[in-house]
């Protein structure tokens, strides 16, 4: 069985200072990870993901995360936060190699101050 | 760029009435998702379908719950009798490929049990 954690529902930055979004996982198989944005009144919106291979993934918007399997943690981080970024981030994993299925954290709402 | 929609984007009924939540996936898409957020809540998956049949579901995803792609580009969720505690909002996805995790969510449709 798979399961998402992530630490801090709520976290405040400084526009221009780093971001940093927490998520440990669970998973009896090895894991495919995602980072889901979700801006007010949209649908998620796929960030990043790592399948296999390198384990620092990059994704849309100067958003990356790494893989570190011996911590079970895929946090998410962008060096220089941007207005823009204020969201509500979910990380996920696959929760089925059959049907595609995600499993997904509880969510972390990101607010940037001026 | 293709998208998901969702219709309508909000519903409010009565307790016990029958409620149809529709989605138009992306067109080359074969896999087909409705998941749930109830509010302050986790994204909960409920089912997943491909070829014309269900692949997965959850453990709330129960005889009250129907699907179905009766024409070839929709894709309808059907709740028989609502309860309060469906009240949620009601995400579609589709994807390209089963397992890559990059599914493409619509805007979501809020449903609200009186």
């Known amino acids: 069985a798979q399961s998402v954690t992530q630490l801090g529902s709520h976290v405040s930055v400084s526009e221009g200072a780093l971001v940093l979004l927490r998520c440990n996982y669970s998973?009896?198989?090895?894991?495919?990870l995602f980072w889901y944005v979700q801006y007010p009144n949209q649908g998620l919106q796929l960030l990043l993901k790592?399948?296999?291979?390198?384990?620092l993934v990059k994704g849309i918007n100067g958003f990356e995360a790494e893989f570190k399997k011996s911590e079970t943690s895929f946090h998410l981080t962008k060096p220089s936060a941007h207005m823009s970024d204020a969201a509500e981030y979910f990380c996920?994993?696959?929760?089925?190699?059959?049907?595609?299925?995600?499993?997904f954290g509880q969510g972390t709402t990101l607010q940037v101050k001026p | 760029e293709p998208e998901v929609t969702q219709t309508p984007s909000h519903q409010v009924t009565q307790m016990g009435q029958e409620v149809i939540l529709r989605c138009v996936p992306i067109?080359?898409?074969?896999?087909f998702y409705w998941y749930r957020q109830i509010l302050g809540q986790k994204v909960e998956f409920l089912v997943s379908?491909?070829?014309?049949?269900?692949?997965?579901k959850s453990e709330i995803f129960d005889d009250q719950f129907s699907v179905e792609r009766p024409d070839g580009s929709n894709f309808t969720l059907k709740i028989r009798s609502t309860k309060l505690e469906d009240s949620a909002m009601y995400f579609c996805?589709?994807?390209?490929?089963?397992?890559?995790?990059?599914?493409?969510f619509g805007e979501g449709s809020r449903l609200t049990v009186l």
């Open positions: 996920a994993v696959s929760g089925s190699s059959n049907t595609g299925k995600l499993i």
């Open positions: 379908f491909y070829n014309n049949e269900i692949s997965e």
């Open positions: 996805a589709s994807s390209a490929l089963q397992n890559t995790g990059e599914l493409f």
């Open positions: 998973s009896s198989v090895p894991p495919y």
């Open positions: 790592y399948t296999t291979g390198a384990t």
């Open positions: 067109s080359n898409h074969l896999y």
